[in-house]
């Protein structure tokens, strides 16, 4: 089985001359194998996202469980941009795919023509404390901030915008919490650096490149811990908290090969 990764968008639009305000329809961000291909448009489910969005996007939300959770990240008032810039650092990776990687110390990279340096697809958060350096760092490792990424995103790229948009509300966590999703990420970068593969492969610009992979499919059980603390925190449901859990599964942990 081959998986399609086509990252495509049609916009759909009919004039309602007798309609003040305009609805706005999207379905999920489609993933699918070769064999399915000839069903896809019959699957296609829409849901009215009028109400969930949010500047510069459209979520792609098809689902009332969707439209649940992102009510209840909306209620969240503080987000990532409203930390002050400090010394410590969080590291993320801006093209992610099915797993957002985020560390407290920089992954490895070095090429032939610059040496050992910064990959340039590793982007810096700024904090004023560990503390919420390692609150961050979970939360972006999250499979919630995973979910939200596909809806707000272009499914490829990792910005700032997205980043900086995620309601984290720290200024509302209690100590509990806080304390907890500390010592998690911890728990998940120790596991990150245990699985982690130095790779090796050559470009014709930089000439020969070694890096570390990580793979963080062999950390779900910690990014799962990390969800249910997160679910706390923004009172989601077990319904709630499944749906997060389990979205993408198939395609994340690569059980449809």
Same mark, same amino acid.
């Given at each position: 089985?081959?998986?399609?990764?086509?990252?495509?968008?049609?916009?759909?639009?009919?004039?309602?001359?007798?309609?003040?305000?305009?609805?706005?329809?999207?379905?999920?961000?489609?993933?699918?194998?070769?064999?399915?291909?000839?069903?896809?448009?019959?699957?296609?489910?829409?849901?009215?996202?009028?109400?969930? =969005?949010?500047?510069?996007?459209?979520?792609?939300?098809?689902?009332?469980?969707?439209?649940?959770?992102? !009510?209840?990240?909306?209620? +969240?008032?503080?987000?990532?941009?409203?930390?002050?810039?400090?010394?410590?650092? =969080?590291?993320?990776?801006?093209?992610?795919?099915?797993?957002?990687?985020?560390?407290?110390?920089?992954?490895?990279?070095?090429?032939?023509?610059?040496?050992?340096?910064?990959?340039?697809?590793?982007?810096?958060? =700024?904090?004023?404390?560990?503390?919420?350096?390692?609150?961050? @760092?979970?939360?972006?490792?999250?499979?919630?901030? !995973?979910?939200?990424?596909?809806?707000?995103?272009? =499914?490829?790229?990792?910005?700032?915008?997205?980043?900086?948009?995620?309601?984290?509300?720290?200024?509302?966590?209690?100590?509990?919490?806080?304390?907890?999703?500390?010592?998690?990420? +911890?728990?998940?970068?120790?596991?990150?650096?245990?699985?982690?593969?130095?790779?090796?492969?050559?470009?014709?610009?930089?000439?020969?490149?070694?890096?570390?992979?990580?793979?963080?499919?062999?950390?779900?059980?910690?990014?799962?811990?990390?969800?249910?603390?997160? @679910?706390?925190?923004?009172?989601?449901?077990?319904?709630?908290?499944?749906?997060?859990?389990?979205?993408?599964?198939?395609?994340?942990?690569?059980?449809?090969?």
């Amino acid at each position: 089985m081959v998986l399609q990764h086509i990252h495509a968008t049609i916009f759909l639009s009919k004039e309602e001359k007798s309609l003040d305000i305009a609805t706005l329809y999207a379905s999920k961000y489609n993933r699918w194998f070769t064999e399915v291909r000839s069903m896809l448009f019959e699957g296609i489910v829409f849901k009215d996202i009028t109400d969930v =969005c949010v500047e510069g996007a459209f979520p792609k939300i098809a689902d009332s469980l969707g439209k649940r959770v992102a !009510y209840k990240l909306r209620n +969240a008032k503080k987000s990532i941009l409203t930390f002050k810039i400090g010394k410590f650092v =969080c590291h993320f990776h801006n093209s992610p795919q099915y797993w957002i990687r985020a560390t407290d110390f920089v992954p490895y990279f070095w090429n032939e023509q610059d040496g050992e340096k910064i990959s340039t697809h590793v982007k810096p958060l =700024c904090l004023t404390t560990e503390l919420d350096a390692s609150i961050v @760092a979970a939360t972006l490792n999250s499979s919630l901030f !995973y979910w939200w990424f596909v809806i707000h995103s272009n =499914c490829r790229d990792l910005t700032m915008r997205e980043v900086r948009s995620f309601p984290i509300g720290v200024d509302q966590m209690n100590e509990t919490i806080k304390q907890t999703l500390f010592e998690l990420s +911890a728990d998940l970068i120790q596991d990150l650096k245990h699985h982690a593969q130095r790779k090796e492969t050559n470009y014709k610009t930089t000439g020969r490149v070694i890096y570390d992979e990580f793979f963080p499919r062999h950390s779900k059980y910690i990014i799962d811990k990390i969800d249910r603390v997160l @679910a706390q925190h923004y009172g989601f449901t077990d319904e709630e908290l499944d749906f997060i859990i389990n979205y993408d599964i198939k395609y994340r942990m690569g059980l449809g090969n």
